[in-house]
C-alpha cells in the first residue's frame, strides 16, 4: 500500500523546522562563549540566553548613520537609502551642503513609507556641517549623530556608520509573496535583521590593534590643529611643529574607522559613569585620523567593555598590494568575491559604478528607484509594480538564504581560537 503523504498543515511545519535547523548553531555557539565571560561582567544591553531561542521575540533595531563627504552626494545618498531602508530600523542622514540636505529633506517627504513609518531624519543645518576627514571633526559629527539618534529614535540596540560610498550586500529583510505564510507567522527572521536577532546585544563589531606601527611618528606623536572647529568651510588640518610622547596613562588602539557598535557602549561614551571617555576625547583632539582611533581605545581601555570586542567591522573591502591609505573602488570584477564574503556591507564605490546594478538585482531584489522589497512590502511584482507601494507591519520579516553566508561569518570570528585572542591585542 502507497504510503500517503502529511497533512498541508503539517508540511508547512516540516518546511519550516528545516529552514530553522542551520540556525541552531548560532544560539549553541553563543551560550557556550558566554559561559567564558568574567563573572564581575554584566550589562544592561546584553540579550537573554540565546539558549532559550530569543529570537522569538522582537527583531532589535538598527540606527544608521549616513553621510555625504561633500557636494554632490545627495543622489548617491538616495540610493544608498532605498537600498538599506527597513521601517523597523532607524536612519540618520547627514550632508553639508545646502542643496543637498533640501534634496533629500524632499525625497523623505516625498515617500510613502517614509512618511508613514516616521523613521528617517535628515540632519538640519545646525546639526550637520562640514567635516575634516582626517581630522575631529569627523569623530565630532560621529558623536554627535550618536546623541541624534538616542533622542530621536527608541529601542534600537547597533548603531551603523556608512558614508555615501557604501552600500549593502544583503537586505535588511527579503520579500515574499504571501505575507500571511507561515515562515512570517513564526517571526522567522532573515538576513541581516535575522542574524542580529540571534547575538547578544552588547558586541561590538570593531577592527582594532594596539600595534600601531608607522601611525607612532604620523598620527599619534604630531600635534594637528583642525580649523573647522572654529571657521566653517576649512577642510585641512593643521600640523604643528612640536611633538608630543606617548601616553602612559592608556594603550593607544588604531582600526577601521567603520564600526557596528552596541548602545550601551555608545551610551557610555555620551552618558557614562567613567572619565575615560571624555579623557580621550580631548587626548584625540590634536591626533590625526582620530575616528580611526578613538572607539577603538575607549573601549579596550575600559574593563567594562574590553571583552565585548568582534575584532572585524563586518565591511568588505580590497586593497592594492602593497596596501594604500585606502582600499580600492570596487567594480563588477569584486562582485563575486563580495557576494560570497558574508559581510553585509562593501567600501567603497564609485558613483554609479555598473556594479551597484549587479547587486541591485542579484543581491537585492531591487527595481530602479525602489525601496529593497521586504516582508512590510504587500503589493506584487506583476506588471512591474513596485510592490512595497503597499505598507504592511514593520516588523513582518522574510527569509532568503543569503543570511547563511553572514550566519557563517560570524560562527568563523566566533571560533574560541578566533574571538577571544583577538580581543584588544
Given amino acids: 500500500m502507497r504510503k500517503q503523504p502529511p497533512p498541508a498543515h503539517r508540511r508547512r511545519w516540516m518546511r519550516a523546522l528545516l529552514l ?40 532589535p533595531r538598527l540606527a544608521y548613520l549616513i553621510s555625504g563627504a561633500g557636494p554632490g552626494d545627495g543622489p548617491r545618498i538616495r540610493r544608498l537609502l532605498r537600498a538599506l531602508y527597513h521601517p523597523w530600523n532607524c536612519y540618520l542622514v547627514g550632508v553639508a551642503g545646502e542643496e543637498d540636505r533640501a534634496d533629500l529633506e524632499a525625497f523623505v517627504r516625498g515617500q510613502e513609507a517614509t512618511r508613514r513609518y516616521g523613521n528617517v531624519r535628515v540632519a538640519g543645518a545646525g546639526e550637520w556641517a562640514a567635516v575634516t576627514r582626517r581630522g575631529p571633526t569627523e569623530l565630532a559629527a560621529t558623536l554627535h549623530a550618536a546623541a541624534l539618534l538616542l533622542r530621536e529614535f527608541d529601542g534600537w540596540s547597533w548603531f551603523i556608520n556608512l558614508s555615501a560610498s557604501d552600500y549593502p550586500l544583503m537586505p535588511q529583510d527579503a520579500f515574499g509573496p504571501d505575507v500571511n505564510s507561515l515562515v512570517a507567522l513564526t517571526s522567522y527572521l532573515t538576513d541581516i535583521l535575522h542574524i542580529f536577532s540571534y547575538i547578544p546585544r552588547d558586541l561590538n563589531f570593531i577592527e582594532h590593534t594596539s600595534n600601531i606601527g608607522w601611525r607612532e611618528h604620523q598620527r599619534a606623536r604630531p600635534i594637528i590643529v583642525d580649523p573647522a572647529l572654529q571657521v566653517p568651510n576649512r577642510t585641512e588640518v ?49 591626533f590625526l585620523s582620530s575616528s580611526e582611533s578613538y572607539f577603538h581605545t575607549v573601549i579596550c581601555n575600559s574593563n567594562h567593555y574590553q571583552n565585548t570586542t568582534i575584532n572585524n567591522d563586518l565591511r568588505f573591502m580590497a586593497w592594492d598590494n602593497p596596501p594604500r591609505m585606502h582600499p580600492v573602488n570596487l567594480t563588477t570584477e569584486y562582485f563575486d568575491a563580495m557576494a560570497n564574503s558574508g559581510a553585509p556591507f562593501a567600501h567603497s564605490f564609485a558613483d554609479d559604478n555598473p556594479v551597484l546594478d549587479m547587486i541591485d538585482a542579484k543581491l537585492l531584489g531591487r527595481a530602479p528607484d525602489s525601496f529593497t522589497p521586504g516582508g512590510w512590502c504587500l503589493g506584487s511584482w506583476v506588471g512591474g509594480k513596485d510592490p512595497c507601494t503597499f505598507l504592511g507591519k514593520s516588523f513582518v520579516l522574510r527569509p532568503t538564504k543569503r543570511s ?10 566566533l571560533e574560541p581560537d578566533n574571538f577571544r585572542p583577538k580581543q584588544c591585542k
Avoid: Q
Avoid at 41 to 46: D, E, G, I, L, R
Avoid at 258 to 282: A, K, Q
Fill in 20 to 59: 530553522a535547523l542551520p540556525l541552531l548553531s548560532l544560539p549553541v555557539l553563543y551560550a557556550a562563549l558566554g559561559a567564558g565571560r568574567p563573572s564581575s561582567y554584566s550589562s544592561a544591553a546584553s540579550a537573554p540566553p540565546l539558549g532559550r531561542h530569543h529570537a522569538r521575540g522582537p527583531p
Fill in 404 to 413: 547563511v553566508k553572514l550566519e557563517k561569518l560570524l560562527l568563523e570570528l
Fill in 238 to 286: 593643521v600640523t604643528t611643529k612640536e611633538k608630543r610622547s606617548m601616553p602612559s596613562a592608556f594603550k593607544i588602539f588604531v582600526g577601521s574607522s567603520w564600526v557596528v557598535l552596541s548602545r550601551s557602549f555608545l551610551e557610555f561614551c555620551l552618558l557614562g559613569w567613567d572619565n575615560l571617555p571624555r579623557t580621550l576625547l580631548m587626548y584625540f583632539t590634536n
